[in-house]
């Protein structure tokens, strides 16, 4: 299972530090990343993260979001910096175990396992 936190209330231009743990999980985590979903808009990717540490980001938070995890912890984190109110939405952590090319990595349905979703408002 994965058990996200970290969501709250930010005002715009503050930071917020999302963290998302997989318990129970024995298979490999290769890819661990962040959906999120704003109200009535569909699920989009926001970044992820491989077993190596590559990253991949949407171009929207890119210089703003920083995604890492700890391996050993099985753990995921989503540092986002200077947040504006287009970031508000309930976000999503995901986990898939096996290798996939990279043009897929955005696609939600290529993701094993999901998070609950943490909600991320973000006042002006």
């Known amino acids: 299972q994965l058990q996200a936190s970290g969501g709250g209330l930010a005002q715009a231009g503050g930071s917020l530090r999302l963290s998302c743990a997989a318990s129970?999980?024995?298979?490999?985590?290769?890819?661990m990343g962040w959906f999120r979903q704003a109200p009535g808009k569909e699920r989009e990717f926001v970044a992820v993260?491989?077993?190596?540490?590559?990253?991949y980001y949407t171009d929207s938070v890119k210089g703003r979001f920083t995604i890492s995890r700890d391996n050993a912890k099985i753990t995921v984190y989503l540092q986002m910096n200077s947040l504006t109110p287009e970031d508000t939405a309930v976000y999503y952590c995901?986990?898939?175990?096996?290798?996939?090319?990279?043009?897929?990595?955005?696609?939600?349905?290529?993701?094993?396992?999901w998070g609950q979703g943490t909600l991320v408002t973000v006042s002006s």
């Open positions: 129970g999980r024995t298979s490999t985590s290769y890819l």
């Open positions: 995901a986990v898939r175990g096996r290798r996939i090319v990279i043009s897929s990595i955005r696609d939600w349905y290529m993701y094993d396992d």
């Open positions: 993260i491989t077993w190596s540490g590559s990253t």
